[in-house]
């Protein structure tokens, strides 16, 4: 059975007292949800990463938001899977967040590129892939999410891509309070399963870790994460007070 994974992505939220502050509050739960098979992470700022790493207890997996592609250079304000690969406990990485694809031009390729210098350094992807509002409404979606699974993960092995995350969130339901349905999520998780297993078999689809993500809140998780293919959430605003993150969880017991 795969586990349940829900990961909190802080954003540009929480200044490093702040994310101390988080850590001790949510310690206790992250026990409890690993005795109900649920695993917890957090995705905090890179300035807040080393605090995170020196507190965290057990088992929380700590996950950095971005990465660059190239292992050095000439590439002010980035940061490398090298210097990453330094914080202790570091074990993901979110890859081609919408957000990430919408104000800073990431590309299918580019998150591919990223896949590819992180399989090397033994670093686990959260894959975000969704279309946009436009592109829903054009009935578009299956096109956009085939194309941003086999262009992002060309090239990387089945024993990389059995161990990833992938995050299914359409672009209109971030933030905005407006969520897929839980019919429309399932499906299109399922779908994302069925491309996983055209490309790598069903071994690796069926040990490939889905989640949704798009305006989760304590009181809608439980409807996503009891559907088949959906294995998890990624969670935004209701991830940001310990308080609320703590509720999210415990609704699902
Ligand atoms: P949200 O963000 O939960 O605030 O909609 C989700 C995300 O961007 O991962």
């Not at 809608?220 to 959906?230: A, C, F, G, M």
């Amino acid at each position: 059975m795969r586990k349940k994974v829900i990961v909190g992505n802080w954003k540009m939220n929480h200044c490093r007292n702040e994310a101390s502050e988080f850590v001790s509050g949510i310690k206790d739960e992250v026990k409890i949800a690993k005795s109900h098979n649920i695993l917890i992470g957090i995705a905090p700022t890179y300035m807040s990463l080393d605090v995170v790493s020196k507190k965290k207890p057990a088992g929380l997996i700590l996950s950095a938001q971005n990465v660059n592609e190239h292992a050095s250079g000439a590439y002010t304000g980035e940061v490398s899977i090298s210097m990453l690969s330094e914080v202790k406990g570091l074990t993901h990485i979110i890859i081609g967040h919408s957000e990430r694809r919408q104000y800073y031009g990431e590309t299918n390729e580019r998150c591919n590129a990223k896949m590819l210098a992180m399989q090397e350094a033994n670093l686990t992807p959260i894959y975000c892939v969704g279309e946009t509002l436009e592109q829903f409404e054009a009935n578009l979606t299956k096109k956009v999410i085939k194309e941003q699974v086999v262009t992002g993960l060309a090239n990387l092995s089945a024993e990389f891509v059995s161990k990833m995350i992938i995050a299914y969130e359409p672009v209109w339901s971030i933030g905005t309070g407006k969520n897929a349905s839980k019919e429309i999520a399932q499906d299109i998780c399922c779908f994302i399963r069925k491309e996983i297993s055209k490309l790598y078999g069903k071994r690796v689809a069926n040990k490939v870790i889905i989640q949704y993500g798009g305006s989760v809140k304590p009181n809608n998780v439980k409807d996503y994460l009891t559907q088949p293919d959906i294995d998890g959430a990624l969670v935004g605003g209701a991830s940001l007070k310990a308080s609320t993150f703590i509720e999210l969880i415990s609704n699902l017991y």
